[in-house]
T-cell receptor
Framework: AQSVTQLDSHVSVSEGTPVLLRCNYS??????LFWYVQHPNKGLQLLLK??????LVKGINGFEAEFKKSETSFHLTKPSAHMSDAAEYFC???????????FGTGTSLTVIP | NAGVTQTPKFQVLKTGQSMTLQCAQD?????MYWYRQDPGMGLRLIYY???????DKGEVPNGYNVSRLNKREFSLRLESAAPSQTSVYFC?????????????FGSGTRLTVV
């Protein structure tokens, strides 16, 4: 069975410092993994996705994530936080058959000026 | 702009009332989904339609029904609303799930049941 654990419900960083949002997954087979961002009162937007082509995945707005099979992790990083990065971030795993996606509980990122 | 359109954006219902949430996509996607979002619980799948003419239950289907009216439209119905259904509802679509594309989400419907 698939599941996703986001290890931090809230993360605060200062503007210009690195961002690390942690995600661990459980999947029977080689998973498809995604990160989404949700700004306040908005829908969810795809940041990046892992589909086995490369372990380091680059996304929009300077974000990237590294797939580590040995650690069953897919952590999201950004070298330098910007005020506009303040949002809710969701890690998502796709079911093996492809019909369902499972969401983590989300990590709220605060960026301090 | 192409995308997923949800209506209404906000709704207040009394316990026991019924309503239908509408969702339409103009990207010719095959699969459509309804999620609810509650604080601290992420998004949970209510129902999905892998292709036109099919619907399947997700994680939390009780109290809901769906209709895949055509390829573009996928509606969610609450027959007798309960306070536990107070939530933000998101519709999403994808061309085909096994192609690894991410969802396109609508902007959500904020529903309050009093």
């Amino acid at each position: 069975a698939q599941s996703v654990t986001q290890l931090d419900s809230h993360v605060s960083v200062s503007e210009g410092t690195p961002v690390l949002l942690r995600c661990n997954y459980s999947s029977s087979y080689s998973p498809s993994l995604f990160w989404y961002v949700q700004h306040p009162n908005k829908g969810l937007q795809l940041l990046l996705k892992y589909t086995s082509a490369a372990t380091l995945v680059k996304g929009i707005n300077g974000f990237e994530a590294e797939f580590k099979k040995s650690e069953t992790s897919f952590h999201l990083t950004k070298p330098s936080a910007h005020m506009s990065d303040a949002a809710e971030y969701f890690c998502v795993v796709r079911e093996d058959t492809g019909n369902q996606f499972y969401f983590g509980t989300g990590t709220s990122l605060t960026v301090i000026p | 702009n192409a995308g997923v359109t949800q209506t209404p954006k906000f709704q207040v219902l009394k316990t026991g009332q019924s309503m239908t949430l509408q969702c339409a996509q103009d990207m010719n996607h095959n699969s459509m989904y309804w999620y609810r979002q509650d604080p601290g619980m992420g998004l949970r799948l209510i129902y999905y339609s892998a292709s036109e003419g099919t619907t399947d239950k997700g994680e939390v289907p009780n109290g809901y029904n769906v209709s895949r009216l055509n390829k573009r439209e996928f509606s969610l119905r609450l027959e007798s609303a309960a306070p536990s259904q107070t939530s933000v509802y998101f519709c999403a679509s994808i061309e085909r799930a096994y192609l690894y594309d991410g969802y396109t989400f609508g902007s959500g419907t904020r529903l309050t049941v009093v």
